[in-house]
């Protein structure tokens, strides 16, 4: 657990 959360909030980021 901690890993997946990662991805997203880089995901997220790119994003905005």
């Known amino acids: 657990m ?3 959360l990662w ?5 997220i980021i790119r994003y905005l």
């Open 2 to 4: 901690g890993h997946r």
């Open 7 to 11: 991805f997203h909030i880089h995901q």
